[in-house]
C-alpha cells in the first residue's frame, strides 16, 4: 500500500524560506510521476511543480517559477520542495501527490492523480 507523508511545513515571514518534504512508502519514489499542490482558503488546488518518473521533465507554475525548486531522492524515497522568497499569497496547505503514467511526462492536474498526502500548512506573514 502505497502512502505519503509531508512533513517541513510552519509559520515564516516574507522572504524566509521553507523546505518541505514528502516520504513515500510503499513503493520505490522512482515509479512515480510526482507532484507538489496547494491550496489557500477558499480556493481550487493548484500545481506548483510536477516532474515525470524518469526525472526528465520539470514543471513549475509561474507564481513560483526562480523561486521553488523540487528534487527527488531515490536513496531516502523522499521528494523535496525547496521554497525560497516565499510570499504571503503562497500561504496554503501543500500536498505531495503520486501517480503512475507517462515516465517522459509530468502531470499538473490533481484529478490525474492516484495517492496524496494528508498535507503540511504553510504560513507566511508579511
Known amino acids: 500500500q502505497v502512502h505519503l507523508a509531508e512533513s517541513g511545513g510552519g509559520l515564516v515571514q516574507a522572504g524566509d524560506s521553507l523546505r518541505l518534504s514528502c516520504a513515500i512508502s510503499g513503493r520505490t519514489v522512482s515509479y512515480f510521476n510526482l507532484g507538489w499542490f496547494r491550496q489557500g482558503l477558499g480556493n481550487e488546488r493548484e500545481c506548483v511543480a510536477a516532474?515525470?518518473?524518469?526525472?526528465?521533465?520539470?514543471y513549475f507554475a509561474d507564481a513560483v517559477k526562480g523561486r521553488f525548486a523540487m528534487s527527488r531522492d531515490n536513496a531516502k524515497n523522499t521528494v523535496d520542495l525547496q521554497m525560497n522568497s516565499l510570499k504571503p499569497e503562497d500561504t496554503a496547505v501543500y500536498y505531495c501527490?503520486?501517480?503512475?503514467?507517462?515516465?517522459?511526462?509530468?502531470?499538473?492536474?490533481?484529478?490525474?492523480?492516484?495517492?496524496w498526502g494528508q498535507g503540511t500548512q504553510v504560513t507566511v506573514s508579511s
Open positions: 501527490a503520486a501517480t503512475q503514467h507517462s515516465p517522459n511526462s509530468y502531470y499538473i492536474l490533481p484529478n490525474t492523480y492516484d495517492y
Open positions: 516532474l515525470s518518473s524518469d526525472g526528465s521533465k520539470l
